[in-house]
């Protein structure tokens, strides 16, 4: 059996792996404060950034759907993995041999499903490859990659193979380097048979699909064979636990530099379109992988590109046959355009001619130009509409201002709208008064259908979808309950200004550990916490303060974490990246020392304040009791006048 991992190697995984680098294989950051990244969330839908990363603390959290932790669990959560599994990949990637605490040493395999899967198609990868240039019933796919303007040095640029047609040599190359039937029927690479493995592509140019970090997890393959049984053009490989089809664009892996650059994106429909487009010097082509592209794709591109509807619009060229398939493509597009703050494009070469094919007939510049000339999503809609109507009658005029005015009033900018009903009107002959009034009568049929509960949840709306989360307003500061995967205690009413002063203490303490004394840590009493998730992270803090000088930042976090309550971690990692509500130095990160004194004087004044209530109170009680005991009394208040001494002595160093 497997050990489990050693605890020791856990924390020099965590310490030693930068929770931006891996953060932003998935997420575009930027700026967000002294010492924070900001982005748009991986775990749900926003056009707003409220992902923050803080890297010195080792930590992320989402300030609108509550997901949080450390780079461990980011990793978990980003890629389906189980815990085991996303330690043993950032080991992978930082070279680091782990240790297992049964058997003594790296256990057999030493890595978990995903990272076999993954293996297993790097070997896949390096078979096919091989095979490609070595083998003589390859000839097929040399030639194809020759007529479609490639060479070696290109198709060994993008990883391209050949899969043999004999039917087992993938699958005999795989068990010889030690994989099971198990594992390669599960990655996709082998089915099974009556007479047993065979390998999934046969005879078919293959193409490695990467997923957004550069790990293979899936092929594409095209016939090349009269004699293909399988009469598809293309094979993908089928999902499996690494690869998803709707999460998965080809070339993004090289891409997503460009586009985070940029901010722009170009979708073209092909991987020989992709690879085209990327010698032409277009160097943020993608493609979708044997599906359309989608509502999962629009989410990868927008993290990446910083899609935000408050500042200056990305832009996405979609590239389609100028044929009716193509067409109807590019009007699926833009009934998903609506999702995202991006400008959308749409680029169709003359004559219909995709980006390979080109690039093939005119050059690298055609290919720059075909991206460059591309018009708006909304006029290619438009226009496409219109070709439906027969404009030489009245009628078919007519009917063809009715089919676009709810493409008109949809044009996010409404500003651009005046211009598209003049441009309109002059397409048709008719009156822009004309086209004002039937577009304003769109607007009313679909405001009556969202009163009625039919498109009004849409994008835009302002109405939640299933499993989305709208603030009550903007001054609302994001408070994790137990069924957005937070705490189960009560969440902090942080309208109090008393725990709010707590919250603040405690992302201090969280973020900056190094300026508080262990002595300042152990005079704060547990009591002076108000809030229940509050004071259980007080204790986490308290249990490991003794060490906080022996380790770093993120693994001070770390062991507050693991010495928490599991119920309050959620909020625990939202705490390690809120930004303080203070100016921090830009040189030295840290916030004022005067500022961190005052968290800690009126946490220390609050619990004080409390108590002296609850002294004056027993006052009370014990005077208006028929029979006072004078000696109690007199000890509440000597308690009482301490306390009061106490707190005056507090305040001064406040004011001083």
């Known amino acids: 059996m497997a050990g489990r991992i050693n605890a020791d190697d856990i924390q020099s995984v965590k310490e030693r792996s930068s929770i931006e680098d891996v953060v932003r294989d998935h997420v575009t950051l930027r700026p967000g404060g002294v010492g924070s990244l900001k982005g748009l969330c991986p775990f749900h839908d926003e056009k707003t950034p409220s992902f923050t990363v803080r890297p010195a603390v080792g930590a992320y959290h989402c300030f609108g759907c509550g997901e949080g932790g450390d780079v461990i669990s980011f990793v978990q959560k980003v890629e389906h993995l189980t815990f085991s599994e996303s330690v043993e990949r950032l080991a992978a990637k930082i070279g680091m041999e782990l240790r297992y605490d049964e058997g003594g040493g790296p256990r057999e395999g030493g890595i978990g499903r995903r990272s076999r899967l993954i293996e297993a198609h790097r070997v896949a990868e390096e078979f096919y490859a091989a095979s490609l240039v070595d083998r003589p019933d390859a000839r097929p796919a040399r030639d194809f990659i020759r007529d479609r303007g490639f060479n070696r040095v290109i198709a060994e640029q993008f990883g391209m193979g050949f899969a043999p047609r004999g039917g087992e040599d993938l699958t005999r190359h795989l068990r010889e380097k030690g994989f099971s039937e198990d594992e390669m029927v599960t990655a996709g690479l082998s089915g099974r048979g009556s007479r047993g493995l065979y390998d999934r592509f046969r005879g078919r140019l293959v193409w490695p699909i990467r997923d957004v970090t550069g790990d293979t997890v899936g092929f594409g393959a095209r016939r090349l064979l009269d004699d293909d049984r399988i009469a598809a053009k293309y094979l993908n490989t089928s999902e499996t636990p690494i690869y998803k089809k709707s999460l998965v664009l080809y070339g993004l892996d090289v891409a997503k530099k460009s586009i985070a650059a940029d ?41 990446i590109m910083r899609d935000e509807a408050d500042g200056a619009p990305a832009k996405v060229i979609f590239t389609f046959d100028g044929d009716a398939a193509g067409q109807k493509a590019a009007m699926k597009a833009f009934g998903e355009d609506q999702r995202w703050a991006s400008q959308s494009f749409v680029a169709v070469a003359p004559d219909g001619m995709d980006p390979c094919d080109l690039r093939l007939a005119r050059g690298d510049e055609a290919v720059k130009a075909l991206v460059e000339d591309a018009v708006p999503m909304f006029e290619f809609a438009v226009r496409t509409t219109m070709k439906r109507f027969d404009l030489e009658t009245p009628e078919g005029r007519v009917q063809a201002m009715r089919a676009v005015a709810p493409i008109i009033n949809s044009i996010r900018d409404s500003s651009l709208r005046p211009e598209y009903m003049r441009s309109v009107a002059g397409m048709l002959g008719l009156e822009v008064e004309q086209v004002l009034s039937e577009v304003q009568r769109a607007g009313r049929i679909k405001a009556r259908e969202g009163a009625d509960g039919g498109s009004g949840s849409g994008p835009g709306s302002g109405t939640a979808r299933p499993g989305e989360r709208v603030p009550a307003s903007t001054d609302d500061v994001p408070e994790p309950n137990a069924h957005e995967g937070g705490f189960a205690l009560p969440p902090p009413n942080l309208r109090d200004p008393v725990v709010n002063n707590e919250r603040q203490l405690l992302q201090a303490l969280l973020q900056y550990p190094t300026r508080f004394t262990t002595e300042t840590i152990d005079a704060i009493p547990p009591v002076a916490f108000t809030a229940p998730a509050h004071a259980a992270i007080f204790d986490g803090v308290r249990t490991v303060a003794g060490r906080a000088s022996q380790l770093s930042t993120a693994g001070w976090a770390a062991a507050v974490t693991d010495a928490a309550p599991l119920a309050v971690r959620g909020l625990l990692a939202e705490l390690s990246v809120a930004p303080l509500p203070t100016r921090v130095d830009a040189t030295t990160g840290l916030p004022p020392q005067r500022y961190l004194e005052s968290l800690v004087i009126g946490v220390h004044d609050s619990g004080l304040s409390r108590q002296i209530a609850d002294e004056t109170a027993a006052i009370r009680r014990l005077q208006n009791s028929p029979e006072p005991d004078q000696e109690a009394l007199r000890a509440r208040s000597r308690r009482l006048i301490e306390l009061e001494m106490n707190r005056a002595r507090l305040r001064d160093r406040l004011t001083s």
């Open 263 to 303: 901010r722009q994106a170009v979708v073209v429909e092909g991987y020989t379109d992709v690879m085209a487009a990327h010698l032409s010097g277009v160097t943020g082509a993608v493609a979708t992988c044997g599906t359309a592209f989608g509502i999962d794709h629009i989410k990868i591109l927008r993290r």
